[in-house]
C-alpha cells in the first residue's frame, strides 16, 4: 500500500535522528515502506502550525493514489 512519511525536522518530540532512524528501520524491515518522504521545518504537529502545507502533503498523497 502507497505510503508517506513526514519528516517535522524541528521536532522535539521525536529527534529529526530518531525519525530518520524509524524511516531506516521500517525500510530494513519491508524495502518498500514509505514510497514517497516529505520533510518540513516544523515541529511535532505541522497539521496545527502549519496547515497549508500540510494540506498540500495529503494532496500530493492522494494525488499518488488515484
Known sequence: MPS?????EKDQTIPLQFAEMMLENARQVEPSS????????????PMIR??????QA???AAGERI
Request: charged share 25%.
Open 58 to 60: 495529503l494532496r500530493r
Open 50 to 55: 502549519q496547515v497549508d502545507w500540510t494540506v
Open 34 to 45: 514509505f514510497d514517497t518522504v516529505e520533510r518540513i521545518q516544523s515541529g511535532h504537529f
Open 4 to 8: 508517506t512519511f513526514i519528516v517535522c
